[in-house]
Each structure stands twice: as structure tokens, then as C-alpha cells.
């Protein structure tokens, strides 16, 4: 593995509307912020959207004007692994054998050579001690 980081992300949930995406990723670029890794998805009428931010403190400020949306901080494990097969499998197979059950993931691949997966586990910093094979 590349690197395993305890990070915290933003879970932001609002009336699932035309143009949320837009609001936002709009909201947040307005401030100057980075979107590291965004998720997002409708769930019974409701847009949920986990983000990393290069600044969640100014990215939860700037979507704080947008009606109706409820935040939480939650903390999530940033696994970097090579843009290859299996890479994900192994570092499944890893919190597998421990025993730890990864609630959401969801990954981009920027460079072409590494991803970047983040996993919700219930305790983040094991996970991240089991990743690292400590």
C-alpha cells in the first residue's frame, strides 16, 4: 500500500433537486476549496454527498447557505494503492481477516498510477493500523 491516512470527511445530505451537483461543487469552488474525493448519490428523495476537501472547515461554511442541507463530520480512512488489479481486493482482503466492516467506499484514480479509495469503518484508526499491517 502507498499510503493509509485517518481523514475526515464531510457527509452532507439535502432535498435531492435539478442542479444540486451544481450548487454544491459550486458553493464549495466559490471559497477556494479543493474537492479531494466526492461521492454522491439520491436516497429517497435526499442527495448525499461525502466529500474530502483540500479545507472542510471553509467548504462546511460556504454549505451552510444552501437550504435544507444537514452536515456531519465523519471520520474515514484514505487508502492511496496502485491504479492496478486487485489493489483494492488485497486491501479488502486485509479488513476482511480482521474483521472490520467497511460501510461505503468510493475512489478516484487522478494521475493514472495511484488511486484513491476511501472506506467508512467503524473505527478508523484500526482499520488503518491493519492496512498498514501493523
Partial sequence: MASVEVKQELFVTAP????????????????????LAIGAYDKDGMGEFMLITSDNDRAASALGNIIG???????????????????LAEAAGKLARADINVGW??????????????????????????????
Fill in 16 to 35: 435531492s433537486k435539478v442542479g444540486l451537483l451544481a450548487q454544491v461543487t459550486e458553493a464549495i469552488s466559490g471559497v477556494g476549496v479543493d474537492i
Fill in 69 to 87: 442541507m444537514k452536515m456531519e463530520r465523519k471520520d474515514v480512512i484514505a487508502l492511496e494503492v496502485p491504479a492496478r488489479p486487485g489493489a
Fill in 105 to 134: 467506499v468510493f475512489g478516484t484514480v487522478a494521475d493514472g498510477e495511484h488511486a484513491t479509495i476511501v472506506l467508512k469503518v467503524a473505527d478508523p484508526v484500526a482499520a488503518a493500523e491493519v492496512l498498514r499491517g501493523s
